[in-house]
């Protein structure tokens, strides 16, 4: 390659300044080329209010005299080429402002970063990785994302599990502990908090600097496409947790690069996040369109990543600092926009919005007014849902609602239901730990709420550590309390978990119609007085059906009548009060017939025995024919789901 062609066209700029150069970080940032076994590299940024930018690092002793980069428009792109190999190389751009104030800047296009406290970039390339996950790429185009089972595994890297030492797993030694972790208890997804480079690990990644960089805290980015290869080649996806509405304010970050605000909002009062002590993106700018929409296509190309939870959604729908809700355009534009570029690149990337607010549409396509999102995070389903359970039992039916008003709205968007990180940090306790009354109560009422929560229309995401019933909240300087499962009832729940996740799978009423009304009938929701709940779950299939009872107080009842659509023989496959889980033993061991009686506003009935805390799924016994040696054919029931039965 000629050293004039490292040079960037004037088209690749004019769609950069326009906010339409989606593989920005292929021109910007350090890169390597090779012609005639001469290797240069090549430093591009984007500083339009500096008067001066030098190339530093530890080949010029931080000396930037004689390094200075060339100014190649007047939108502020400046270049220089080196006619050496600096691959591993340590540098920063020294950057002369207007005022002629001289500060160091990390590479907002870097690759890989110095570990903190350092905050240097570093020359690397991110070339030459041999994939090994052609199987899952290509099965994930056939692949039909809403209609699918979904259990979401949220981990935070730095505390999912420590040397004994303290220190971190690295991103090999994560793949080798919690992905066999992650296959045995059956989740279908990881997601991790995110991994750009931050410099304070109390923000858990939430407040980056390097944007294009994985956080050297686990090792190197080819480790960490190592991770993501063998999450694939095990069948599991990887969703990371991305930040495209504001940044840290570090000095050697994005804040002030070159002497002003380029990166964020010119005016005080947009641009300050005052809740994060954080800045935002200006989102109504191009190159920052560039910069960001361009991450995203990053992420994907280079480390095969399946989806984005994108963070704080609200705070780019509306202006952060308003306390009148006032939409900002710019935002708006901005998320349509990304949308749009990021499915046409990728039809099987999943975005996730985390938006607490009720703005219409989130997950309809941008040519139907929406947003674009492919899932919304159900935060008014999760609030609801812990308040109804934080409550004592005794009290709940005077917050009956809290139980049914999510069915109201649950069919408006393609929704996910979250217990993430920030519901168990910050004194808000563990899920187990909410549960109100004694150990023996929390332990029940934990199993009914994941099992309401699996029963609810939309798919799941739980926060590690749920499933060790963790008594302690999140810490993130911690390791999980992996010594919890010495004991019988914390063993218990993790069993628990372990066949509740493995029956959702292997049921397509919990999970075909997650989105749709015909996949979700109320059989009870006014019983208040008992704080007693049974719907039916419905797959694609005609009869596919399942019948939930959820009973929010500690009575038992022995006998409970219940409505039911057919006239067939039932068979309980799943039941929380279940002495391998924990429970009484309150369960229904054998079949039984519907009765001729309507209840309910069904046409039919059935008995069953309902445990205090309990939560139930109930399945009709289908019939098969066996042909016998005679040729005739002989009529007998069997259960669907009989290995279910045999393992609870």
Known sequence: MAVNTLYPTDYQLHLFHEGNLFQSHQLFGAHLFKESEKVYTRFCVWAPNAKEVRLVGNFNSWNGEGYDLHRVNNEGVWIIVMNQDLNDCLYKYEIITSQNERILKSDPYAFYSELRPNTASVVYSLKDYDWQDNYWMQRKEKRNFLSEPQVIYEVHFGSWKKHENGDFLTYREMAAELIPYVLEHGFTHIEILPLIEHPFDGSWGYQGTGYFSATSRYGSPKDFMFFVDQCHQNGIGVILDWVPGHFCKDSHGLYRFDGSHIYSYETESDRENQVWGTANFDLGKGEVQSFLISNAFFWIDYFHIDGFRMDAVANIIYWPNSSENLENPFGIDFL?????????????????????????????????GGLGFDYKWNMGWMNDTLEYMETPPYSRSGVHSKVTFSLLYTFSENFMLPFSHDEVVHGKKSLLDKMPGDYWEKFAQLRLLLGYMFAHPGKNLLFM?????????WKYKEQLDWNLLDYEMHQNVNQYVKQLIKLYKRSKALYELDHMHEGFEWIDCNNSSQSIFSFIRKGKTENDFLLVICNFTGVHYPEYKIGVPVQVEFREILNSDHTDFGGAGFINKKTFMALEEPFHGKPYSVNVTIPPFGFQIIRPVKKRKERKGNGKEEVRSHAIGRRERKQT
């Open 336 to 368: 349509k926009k990304l949308n749009i570029e990021v499915h046409d690149y990728d039809p099987t990337f999943v975005m996730i919005g985390e938006d607490s607010t009720d703005f219409p549409n989130v997950t309809a396509p941008v040519h139907y």
């Open 465 to 473: 550590g749920f499933e060790l019933g963790q008594f302690s909240e």
